[in-house]
């Protein structure tokens, strides 16, 4: 879900949508993020506004927050209403978790002057 919310995935969220609010289980979302471009904190108003405002409240009924990808997500969220560390926590990629404490350390590259 790294960028589930943008236009072309609404159709998407809103069946995802549908589909947490029919479960009896807790969910649990981690890593869902924004796509957008550099528009600046003063333009996080999206036609999809709606549909991630559904989203989420189907999942926050059912889980204690949401785990979200970045900064740029956390503004947009606390733009539809939403507290930083009470409905969403900024975790980064989910693949950083993959390993566990065993996440293997950057490989290292010889930098070489470039020749004309």
Do not use: H, W
């Amino acid at each position: 879900m790294a960028n589930a919310f943008r236009t072309t995935f609404i159709d998407e969220l809103k069946k995802i949508t549908e589909l947490v609010l029919k479960l009896k289980i807790p969910t649990i979302v981690i890593g869902v993020g924004l796509k957008g471009g550099k528009i600046g904190i003063e333009r996080l108003s999206f036609d999809f506004d709606e549909a991630v405002k559904k989203f989420c409240n189907a999942v926050l009924n059912k889980s204690q927050l949401i785990g979200i990808r970045g900064e740029f997500t956390a503004e947009y969220m606390k733009a539809l209403g939403y507290k930083e560390n009470v409905d969403f926590q900024v975790i980064g990629c989910p693949s950083m978790y993959f390993y566990g404490e065993d996440l293997p350390a950057p490989k290292k590259f010889e930098l070489k002057k470039l020749e004309n």
